[in-house]
Nanobody, 123 residues
Framework: QEQLVESGGGSEQAGGSLRLSCAASGFMSNIYCRGWFRQAPGKEREVVAVIDTFLHTTYADFVKGRFNISKDVAKNTLYLQMNSLKPEDTATYYC?????????????????WGQGTQVTVSS
């Protein structure tokens, strides 16, 4: 059974850092596009960053220069390093996967989702 499991969320003060991880298991073929999304209460789910099979990355404007997406192919694990955290980064963060060569930033285009991990940033 294909599964994505996030870890690494928690509480942090503004200006601090957190690192999220997303381990993939049960996938019998390559996952070409992986990404991080987030959803705050009362808001729609939005892209944070995506990375394709060629390691091309796309970031939302609000995280450029602060967050970094990466992956360890051998471990089949996706990471999100979050630095200079702001209170507005508070949300549930989800990792997602898409089995096509063309990456996307639209949540509706992703086939697989993790359960989410909470990130809370206090001022």
């Amino acid at each position: 059974q294909e599964q994505l499991v996030e870890s690494g969320g928690g509480s942090e003060q503004a200006g601090g850092s957190l690192r999220l991880s997303c381990a993939a298991s049960g996938f019998m073929s390559n996952i070409y596009c992986r990404g991080w999304f987030r959803q705050a209460p009362g808001k729609e789910r939005e892209v944070v960053a995506v990375i394709d099979t060629f390691l091309h990355t796309t970031y939302a404007d609000f995280v450029k220069g602060r967050f970094n997406i990466s992956k360890d192919v051998a471990k089949n694990t996706l990471y999100l390093q979050m630095n200079s955290l702001k209170p507005e980064d508070t949300a549930t963060y989800y990792c997602a996967a898409r089995r096509t060569l063309d990456c996307s930033t639209a949540p509706a285009d992703f086939n697989y989702w993790g359960q989410g991990t909470q990130v809370t940033v206090s001022s």
